[in-house]
């Protein structure tokens, strides 16, 4: 065998040796490729696709938060209506505003207290003990408003031509108003009760006359009363002491 031949001998081995080489090399990594899913043959294929799908919902949860996103958009704009609605309440606030002003403004023109006249008040006539020769006068509002009575009662006993003074000392600071169902009062000094008084007479009867022209006619106790020139008469006052502190 010449040189040349066994050079190519040599050459075919050593291409043999490295072709099979490359075949057993190509045959392991068939085998590990199949060996991988050998490996994790435990999981089944519906649970491996359990996470594709949950990738799904939460791509859909994204889905449903952008269209909560666009909905909260929505409640921003119901909002903004709501606001003009506010707005819209705030104007029906100023017309209630308005009407309450009005309503308060009829109170002051119609529920004001005005001047008390004989078909307001009934007033009543009672002797007392204490002080001597005094008479109470009670001025009782029957009607359904205050009103105010006037200064001090203008009274005329019998046919006296004249009504008595009044007693400054007892001169209250404002006008005496009444309530429906109160009362004011006022006291008489009928006579002196030293002797010193003149003119004294018994009469049986007395008027009261109001500021309107009106008249009240006011009973007297029984067996009537005796004035003579002492007689004085306080102003209205609130309370019983104060009409017979004179």
């Not at 009261?208 to 009973?219: K, L, N, Q, R």
Request: proline share 6%; aromatic share 4%.
């Amino acid at each position: 065998m010449s040189a040349r031949t066994t050079r190519r001998t040599r050459l075919f081995a050593a291409t043999t040796v490295a072709l099979a080489a490359l075949a057993l090399t190509a045959c392991e990594g068939g085998g590990s490729d199949t060996g991988a899913p050998a490996g994790s043959s435990s999981v089944p294929a519906g649970d491996q696709a359990k996470p594709v799908t949950g990738g799904g919902e939460s791509d859909g949860g994204k889905g449903t938060d952008a269209a909560n996103g666009s909905t909260g958009g929505g409640a921003a704009t119901g909002s903004g209506s709501s606001g003009t609605g506010s707005s819209d309440a705030g104007s029906s606030s100023t017309g209630s505003s308005d009407a309450g002003a009005s309503d308060a403004g009829g109170q002051d023109d119609g529920d004001m207290p005005g001047k008390c006249s004989a078909s307001d008040v009934k007033i009543t006539a009672t002797k007392v003990s204490r002080p001597l020769n005094h008479l109470l006068l009670t001025a009782t509002n029957t009607g359904s408003k205050t009103c105010m009575l006037p200064p001090y009662p203008a009274a005329r006993f019998g046919e006296a031509q004249s009504v008595p003074p009044v007693a400054e000392a007892t001169k209250p600071q404002s006008l005496t108003g009444v309530e429906p169902g109160k009362s004011g009062y006022a006291g008489v000094l009928l006579s002196s009760g030293d002797g010193s008084g003149e003119n004294g007479y018994e009469t049986n009867t007395l008027t009261i006359p109001f500021e309107d022209g009106s008249i009240a006619t006011v009973s007297l106790p029984s067996g009537g009363v005796y004035v003579d020139t002492a007689l004085t008469v306080t102003y209205w006052q609130t309370s019983m002491d104060g009409a017979l502190g004179y």
